[in-house]
C-alpha cells in the first residue's frame, strides 16, 4: 500500500457523501458556547460525537473540566511507540450564536444544507469540518498502512468563541502528558480557496474600553449647549488621536519593529482578500506597507462599537456618557504589557485625562511566529507541494487571532496550521459555510502529510524544543 493508496481512500471519503453526513451530524450540535442555556451541549459534543470515533482508531481519551471557567476539553492519545514522532493537533467544537433568524430563506444554522459546493451550517467551516477533515484524514492513513507511524495527541476544546478560557491552564497542568514534537492543527481560512494555506502563528488582540463619563444623567441641549462638555465630542477627538485619518497607527509603541527584511520576503508574493467580499481599500492603513505587510506584519486599530444617548431614539439633551469599544491587531515584536499603558500616556499627553482606558478581560491572545524557514515549515510544506503540485502559500503568522501561544510558548512546539476554509465563508456572521471542492483536496493534503510524517525522515528535535 502507498502514499497514493492513502490519499485515493481520503478523496472517497468525501466523494461518497460520508464527510457531508458526518459533518451534518457534528453541525447539528448547537455548542454555542457565548449562550449558557446550552452549556450541556458542550459536554455532548466531546463525549458524544467525538469519543467514541477517536476511541475506534486507537486513542484513549478523557474528558476534563475547565480549570477557569468555560467548556470542557477533550484530551486523548494513540501512542504507538514513544521513539516515534509525536503530533499535537487541536481543534474546538464550540462556535459563536447561531444568529438564526438572520440566515437567508431555506438556510437553519444547526442543519447543515448542500447547494451547489456549499456546506451551510452554523460551525461548518469554523472549526467543525477543520478538526473532522484532521481526524479523518488519520483514519485514513490507518485504514491503508495499518499503523500511522507516529505517535497522536489530540486536544479539543470548547471555550475558543469566548476567548479560550483555561486552555492555557490546561495545557501547563498536562504538559508532560501532551509533550510532542510539533503542533499541526487547522483553524482559519485559506488565503486563496484553489490553493492550500500555511501559517504559524497568529497576531495578538487586546480589546479595551475608552469611557467618558462626565455626569449624572443628560441635559437639555438648549438649555445647556455651549455650557457643558459634550462626552461624545471629548470620545471622538480623542479616537481621531489614536491613527490619522486613513487609519496610520499613531502611538508610538505600538509600531512593531519585528517587519524585517526576511518576514517581507516571506510576505511579498502573497494575495490579500482574493476573490472576497468586500475588496481590500488599498488607500486605508500604514501608507508605506502592501496590503499583506498590513494584515500580516503590523498592527491594526479598530473601533469596533461606539455609542452615547440613545442612538434608536436621539432626544435633545447633551448625554452624561460615551464609550467605544476598541481593539488591537498585534505582531510579535509589540509589547504586550505596554500596550494599554501606553495607550494611556498618548492620551494624557494630548490632555485627554478625562477618557478612560478600560480593558476588556475577553478575547485576549498575545502574538505568536514561526521562523519561516524552521525544518517543520520545510517538512510540511514539501509534503503539501508533493500532494497538490503546487507550493502553498507560508504566511509567518495568521492576520487574525487564536490561542496559539498555548502551544508555542506553555508546551514549546513549532506550530504549523493549515486551514480548510476560505475568505468568502462567512466565519462568524449568516449563512457561514464551508466548500466541498476545497474539504476534498484538504482531505488528501491531511493524507499525504500524515502518511509522510509515519514514513520517517521527520525533522529532529531542535535544542529548545520540548
Known amino acids: 500500500m502507498t502514499r497514493h493508496d492513502a490519499i485515493r481512500r481520503a478523496a472517497l471519503f468525501a466523494d461518497s457523501g460520508q464527510l457531508q453526513s458526518d459533518l451534518a451530524a457534528l453541525v447539528a450540535y448547537r455548542s454555542e458556547s457565548q449562550n449558557p442555556a446550552h452549556a450541556s451541549v458542550l459536554q455532548q459534543y466531546l463525549s458524544e460525537a467525538l469519543c467514541p470515533r477517536l476511541e475506534a482508531a486507537g486513542f484513549d481519551c478523557a474528558l476534563h473540566d475547565n480549570p477557569v471557567a468555560g467548556g470542557p476539553f477533550l484530551l486523548g492519545s494513540r501512542i504507538e511507540d514513544p521513539a516515534l514522532p509525536t503530533v499535537l493537533t487541536y481543534g474546538h467544537g464550540d462556535v459563536i450564536l447561531g444568529q438564526d433568524a438572520q ?102 488582540a487586546v480589546s479595551f474600553d475608552l469611557v467618558v463619563d462626565l455626569r449624572e444623567g443628560a441635559h437639555h441641549s438648549g438649555n445647556w449647549g455651549g455650557l457643558l462638555a459634550d462626552p461624545a465630542i471629548i470620545l471622538a477627538h480623542a479616537l481621531a488621536c489614536i491613527t490619522d485619518a486613513r487609519g496610520q497607527i499613531a502611538v508610538p509603541e505600538w509600531r512593531p519593529d519585528s517587519l524585517t527584511p526576511a518576514i517581507r520576503a516571506a510576505l511579498r508574493d502573497l494575495p490579500v482578500g482574493t476573490n472576497s467580499t468586500p475588496t481590500v481599500d488599498v488607500d486605508w492603513g500604514e501608507e508605506s506597507l502592501t496590503p499583506a505587510e498590513r494584515a500580516y506584519g503590523w498592527n491594526s486599530f479598530a473601533i469596533l462599537a461606539m455609542t452615547s444617548g440613545v442612538p434608536e431614539a436621539p432626544v435633545n439633551a447633551i448625554a452624561a456618557h460615551a464609550r467605544a469599544r476598541c481593539q488591537l491587531r498585534y505582531v510579535v515584536g509589540t509589547d504586550a504589557a505596554d500596550l494599554l499603558p501606553a495607550l494611556r500616556r498618548h492620551l494624557d499627553a494630548r490632555g485627554f485625562d478625562q477618557v478612560r482606558v478600560a480593558p476588556v478581560e475577553a478575547g485576549i491572545f498575545p502574538a505568536t511566529r514561526l521562523n519561516p524557514d524552521h525544518p517543520w515549515v520545510n517538512y510540511v510544506r514539501a509534503s503539501l507541494t508533493t500532494t497538490t503540485g503546487q507550493a502553498p502559500h507560508v504566511l509567518p503568522n495568521l492576520a487574525g487571532s487564536l490561542p496559539n501561544d498555548c502551544f508555542a510558548d506553555v508546551l514549546g512546539l513549532p506550530t504549523i496550521w493549515i486551514p480548510h476554509s476560505y475568505l468568502g465563508c462567512n466565519q462568524h456572521a449568516p449563512n457561514e459555510h464551508v466548500l466541498k471542492s476545497l474539504s476534498r483536496e484538504a482531505m488528501q493534503v491531511m493524507a499525504g502529510l500524515f502518511w509522510d510524517i509515519g514514513a520517517g525522515d521527520t525533522p529532529p528535535r531542535a535544542p529548545g524544543d520540548q
Open 103 to 204: 440566515w437567508r430563506a431555506g438556510l437553519d444554522p444547526f442543519v447543515l444544507t448542500e447547494e451547489g459546493d456549499r456546506m451551510y451550517g452554523r460551525g461548518a467551516a469554523d472549526n467543525k469540518v477543520q478538526h473532522l477533515i484532521n481526524i479523518a484524514a488519520l483514519e485514513a492513513v490507518l485504514a491503508v498502512r495499518g499503523s500511522l507511524g507516529f505517535n497522536v495527541k489530540i486536544v479539543i476544546e470548547t471555550s475558543e468563541e469566548i476567548g479560550s478560557p483555561g486552555l492555557r491552564e490546561m495545557m501547563a497542568l498536562h504538559r508532560e502528558a501532551l509533550a510532542a514534537d510539533v503542533l499541526i492543527a487547522s483553524d482559519g481560512p485559506r488565503l486563496a480557496a484553489e490553493r492550500p494555506t500555511m501559517f504559524m502563528g497568529s497576531r495578538g
